[in-house]
């Protein structure tokens, strides 16, 4: 039940009840589709594709809703204000919570997980243009299954989404430089919720979506 995300937001009732009834069960999806493959019930694929694209979508919903960038205005190319794009909601998100202390390398996963993830296979299939990145999206495989080759055990799952601590082995969920990365599926599941507990205890992101949503606006973006 992603306890560890719930009770981040557990001082806020009306955001807890936003992410109990409409983000937890998303992400719950993610966590059942990392058991995948399940070779002995012919489940065969591991969902990396859709996995990375349902986590790609909730932190695009969440930018929107519970998160609000500083700034939300910009000029367009004639000077004049105008609201910014999803796309600058999402990337801000990314880089204001994902779980690296470099700057740079947050605005760095902003872009890949935007440009080359999100906007990839929401358009077009996940085809890249050939001079652009270089993405290999992949699962790591449980060391504890019955069955070799099957995705993560129950415990593992739980292992990522509780631990107070990011696990031993957990490493980031992108990874690479230059035009050359990767998304480790499993991995980057562990980066989200971990953004979620952040915004989660960031108090002026909080109040402002506590006051939102009390006036009934869920999504900030007209």
């Known amino acids: ?34 058991r995948l ?36 205005q910009k000029p367009d190319k004639h000077g004049d204000m105008q609201m910014i794009g999803s796309g600058d909601a999402f990337k801000e998100f990314v880089k204001a919570f994902y779980p690296d202390p470099s700057a740079q390398r947050r605005s760095d996963v902003a872009d890949v997980l935007y440009k080359q993830l ?15 990145y270089q993405l290999e999206i992949k699962k790591v495989l449980s060391t504890n299954a019955v069955t070799p080759g099957d995705g993560l055990t129950q415990a593992e799952v739980a292992a990522i989404e509780e631990s107070p601590q990011r696990p031993s082995g957990i490493s980031p969920g992108v990874q690479g430089s230059g035009n ?38 869920y999504v900030w973006r007209p």
Do not use: K
């Open 1 to 34: 039940m992603l306890q560890r995300v719930l009770d981040a937001f557990r001082p806020h009732r009306l955001v807890y009840d936003f992410v109990f009834n409409h983000v937890r069960i998303q992400f719950e999806d993610i966590g059942a589709m990392l």
């Open 180 to 217: 050359q990365w990767e998304i480790i599926v499993d991995f980057l599941y562990r980066d989200a919720l971990d953004m979620m507990v952040s915004l989660a205890h960031d108090t002026t992101q909080m109040q402002q979506a506590e006051a939102r949503f009390q006036a009934g606006t």
């Open 37 to 72: 493959p399940m070779q002995t019930h012919g489940l065969n694929n591991g969902c990396n594709f859709a996995s990375a694209s349902v986590i790609c979508n909730l932190i695009s919903g969440v930018s929107v809703t519970i998160f609000q960038p500083a700034v939300i």
């Open 118 to 132: 999100r906007n990839a296979f929401a358009h077009a299939l996940g085809v890249l243009r050939s001079d652009t």
